[in-house]
């Protein structure tokens, strides 16, 4: 059973940035793909990016991409999520997720029903 631990949320101001960590708690996670989520009051989570166990290849949705950047430390077993050029529009509860399943065409990444572990929510609020 994977454990995932999740810091590094907070307030900013747009146009900040942040560092989301998601830290894991067995080796295993290394061979994991991981992705983020989020979830803003009254919305549906939404999926944010996601990357493969070896970090050669990475996946975004189109409201983040070219401002967030996913990366993961193996040797950590932490995968991390920069976010920069914040937008109060990312204003949302922030979570990771960890899977066996390698990135396919599926696009299965994209789903968090198809994630097997989760970390819980940090808070990112984002002020204008």
């Known amino acids: 059973q994977v454990q995932l631990v999740v810091s590094g949320g907070g307030l900013v101001q747009a146009g900040g940035s942040l560092r989301l960590s998601c830290a894991a708690s067995?080796?295993?996670?290394?061979?994991?793909?991981s992705g983020w989520f989020r979830q803003a009051p009254g919305k549906e989570r939404e999926f944010v990016a996601a990357?493969?166990?070896?970090?050669?290849?990475?996946y975004y949705a189109d409201p983040v991409k070219g401002r967030f950047t996913i990366s993961r430390d193996n040797a950590k077993n932490t995968v991390y999520l920069q976010m920069n050029s914040l937008k109060p529009e990312d204003t949302a509860v922030y979570y990771c997720?960890?899977?066996?399943?390698?990135?396919?065409?599926?696009?299965?990444?994209?789903?968090?029903?198809?994630?097997?572990?989760w970390g819980h929510g940090t808070q990112v609020t984002v002020s204008s």
């Open positions: 997720a960890a899977d066996r399943k390698i990135p396919s065409g599926s696009n299965w990444y994209r789903t968090g029903g198809e994630y097997d572990y």
């Open positions: 067995e080796r295993a996670f290394s061979v994991y793909t």
């Open positions: 990357i493969s166990w070896n970090g050669g290849a990475t």
